[in-house]
Each structure stands twice: as structure tokens, then as C-alpha cells.
């Protein structure tokens, strides 16, 4: 995919492009295509399908996120104004959405996400310990994926021996190309299966219930009821689809930038205080997640003239690596003081799970250059990244041997 984009006519005076954000290209080509059209554009039209704004001002794009009342969550995917699934809490506007909030408040808090930090720094280090002399792999494969997994899964009290399904199913959920699945059978048939299986689980925990957040979140009520099963499902497959992959792509993005960049990785092995920027920074340069909203009135944004129901991509790369919000902004600053990225969102919806990703992404970064400090991407890789959220596919680094 390159930087620039092929015009395709205009829409209501507005330039109109074939833009397909699902298709995957060259590492960092997505940021680098957000950077361009930022710099020519404040918004334009896509023509796939049956089209939809995409907003490219990083303070318009902000400003959306925050104004649920305009810029709706009842659809939050590009190609579906009328989603026939429903993920909660993340599809649901307030003030339901701020009641759902408000009970998993107390399991996302800072508080409690700091009292794992032991068992997370655990499974952290042993997955580690189990690579290290290996002399190099994948690491996706074999740590960034498995780790925020695992940790996910002892939180909803899930057995660890279905780590591999459900890194088979993710696989197949959201990182399929269009030439692997072209019918979109395998993506369909991998839901099914997540749908099935927290079915399992949901009735599993209403015939004995456990200490674990799965079961907890069944004794809560709303408006004086209980959580329905149809509710609770919608619910465990947010979770699972939010749990599984964005601290994985954060962790392969770190990853890849001190391979990349040795002075940094050297800089963070002799200060590890400089890791809680660094991960900051790795969040706001590398930006991954593209958000849409579904416009629920007639609203102009970005030059864009959108009409109640029609989509609007609002790309988190604009305002992260806006020039006039950072300086030398597309560059990973050990010791920038401002980071006040909007990585994890902004207004309502921004991400519930921030503080338990915060803290999974410092310690795999402190824990990872405790035991390989010295380590560099393998030479003869053409490194790729897929479309929709823009993680590496595969990053086959090495170390402890002389290039």
C-alpha cells in the first residue's frame, strides 16, 4: 500500500478515493499514508462499498471521539451502519453505556490492576526464560501474543490449555487477507466458534460460579435486573476481541523499534525508568487503531459533509503524529514531557482496559531487556503489517550471536 492514494472523482465537493483500509502493506506504511493525506487533506470520501467519510484533521478527529451524541457507538465499524452484532460495552451509547462502565469500573481500576502486577510480571518472565537461549524466533508468535492472552484469560478464569485455539481463532477473526479468505468462511467460522465457546462458559459459570470476573459480572443487575445470557455473550466477545490483540500489536511495535533503533534500546537497558516514556511513545508513533462512528445528525467534519447515518473513520494516527501537537512528532522521544495521546481514545468510550494495557506493555518491555538486551531484527524479512489495526504480521528477531 502506498503512502499516496489514487483520487477516484469527488463526493459533495469533497475528494473521493478508492480507499480500502482493510488491505495490509509494508511495515509502517499505514502511519505513513495518514501522515500524507493529514498534511493534504482535512477529510474525504471512501467510495468501497457504500462509501463513508474518513476525517484526517487530528483535532476534528478528537473532538468526534468526544461528542458520543453526534458521532455515535451504536456502529463503530466503517463497512456496517447496521451491525447485526452488538459488542458491550463498546456498542453502547450512554447512559447505558456509562451504567456497564460503571460495573467493570472497580475490576479495570488502577488499583486493582497494580495488585497483579506480581502474576503479571510472572507470566511475563517465564515465557521469556523459555526463549531467551533459543538464539532468536518469532517473537510475536511466541511471546507478544501469548502473554496479554494469557493474562486475559486468567482474568475470566478461562483453562490455559485453550491458549492455542484462541490464538488460532484471533488469527483468523482479524488478520486474515482478503486472498486467504476471500469468501470471508474461515473469519465467519472462527466467530461461530468464539460464540459457541463463551456460551460454554456462560453456562458453565451459572451452574457453578468462580472467582473470576466472568462470574462476578453475573450477579451484577441493571436498572434492578440481572444480566441476561444475550447480554453477558455480547459482553465476553468485546472482551475477547479487546483483549486479544491491541497490546499484542503494541508489544510487537516495541519491539521492532528498539530493533530498529539500538541507541534507544541501549538507553532504556541502562535506565529501565525511561521505559514508561518509551512505551507512551511507542503507543502515539506507532497508532494502529482507526475508530469509526455512525452520525446520528447532519454534521460537518473535516470539510466533510456527512448526512445522519453514514459512517465516519476517525483515524487515531492523525492526532498522535500531528506536527502541531508535537514536536518532531514522528519520532519516539525517550524524554518527551507532553504525551497526552489519544492511543487508548478520547470521551466516553476511551478504553476501559488502559491501565491493565499499561501495565502488561511495561512489563513486557522492562522484562524483555532484562534477559535479551542486545537483540535486531533478522536480516532478509519483508516485514508487512496488516490492514484494519495495523500490527506486524511476523517479526523474526535474534540475538546472542554475531550477526
Known amino acids: ?49 457504500r462509501g463513508y467519510w474518513v476525517v484526517t484533521e487530528g483535532e476534528a478527529v478528537q473532538k468526534a471521539l468526544q461528542d458520543w451524541r453526534t458521532f455515535s457507538n451504536t456502529s463503530v465499524t466503517a463497512l456496517e451502519p447496521n451491525p447485526r452484532f452488538l459488542w458491550i460495552p463498546e456498542m ?23 495488585a497483579r502486577e506480581p502474576e ?8 521469556i526464560d523459555e526463549l531467551k537461549d533459543s538464539g532468536g524466533t518469532d517473537v510475536l508468535d511466541a511471546f507478544a501474543r501469548r502473554f496479554p492472552t494469557l493474562i486475559f484469560m486468567r482474568l475470566m478464569g478461562l483453562p490455559e490449555e485453550d491458549l492455542p485455539r484462541f490464538l488460532d481463532w484471533v488469527h483468523d477473526l482479524l ?30 459459570r451459572r451452574e457453578s460460579p468462580r472467582d473470576d470476573l466472568l462470574s462476578r459480572a453475573m450477579t451484577w443487575t441493571i436498572d434492578g435486573e440481572p444480566i441476561g445470557d444475550r447480554d453477558m ?52 508513533v506507532y497508532s494502529f487503531v482507526v475508530p469509526a462512528r455512525k452520525a446520528m445528525r447532519d454534521v460537518e467534519i473535516g470539510g466533510c459533509p456527512v448526512t445522519a447515518g453514514e459512517m465516519v473513520m476517525l483515524p487515531l494516527a492523525v492526532t498522535n503524529r500531528d506536527p502541531g501537537r508535537f514536536d518532531d512528532a514522528l519520532e519516539v522521544d525517550l524524554h518527551r514531557k507532553a504525551t497526552n495521546h489519544i492511543a487508548f481514545g478520547s470521551g466516553p468510550h476511551r478504553c476501559l482496559g488502559s491501565h491493565l494495557a499499561r501495565l502488561e506493555l511495561n512489563v513486557a518491555v522492562e522484562e524483555w531487556h532484562r534477559r535479551v538486551p542486545d537483540y535486531r531484527i533478522t536480516p532478509g524479512q519483508d516485514l508487512e503489517q496488516h490492514g484494519n489495526m495495523y500490527g506486524i504480521k511476523q517479526l523474526r528477531l535474534e540475538w546472542g550471536q554475531t550477526p
Not at 469533497?14 to 493525506?37: C, I, K, T
Not at 461461530?192 to 456462560?202: P, R, T
Request: aromatic fraction near 10%; charge should be negative.
Open 92 to 114: 453502547l451509547d450512554p447512559p447505558l453505556h456509562t451504567t456497564w462502565r460503571r460495573l467493570l469500573g472497580s475490576a479495570f481500576s488502577p488499583k486493582t490492576v497494580a
Open 233 to 284: 455473550h455480547a459482553f465476553c466477545i468485546l472482551l475477547f476481541q479487546a483483549g486479544f490483540d491491541t497490546v499484542p500489536i503494541s508489544i510487537g511495535w516495541a519491539l521492532y523499534h528498539f530493533a530498529a533503533h539500538p541507541d534507544q534500546r541501549k538507553a532504556i537497558v541502562a535506565n529501565p525508568s525511561l521505559v514508561a516514556t518509551a512505551v507512551e511513545e511507542i503507543l502515539r
Open 175 to 204: 488478520h486474515l487477507s482478503y486472498g486467504e479468505d476471500p469468501d470471508g468462511n474461515r473469519q465467519m467460522s472462527a466467530m461461530n466458534a468464539v460464540s459457541d465457546y463463551f456460551e460454554e462458559q456462560i453456562a458453565l
Open 1 to 49: 500500500m502506498s503512502a499516496t492514494l489514487e483520487p477516484d472523482g469527488t463526493h459533495a465537493g469533497v475528494p473521493a478515493y478508492h480507499f480500502d483500509n482493510r488491505l495490509g502493506g509494508p511495515v509502517l506504511s499505514h502511519q505513513h499514508r495518514w501522515d500524507e493525506m493529514a498534511r493534504t487533506h482535512s477529510g474525504f470520501r471512501s467510495t468501497i462499498a
Open 120 to 127: 503479571i510480571r510472572q507470566v511475563a518472565s517465564a515465557l
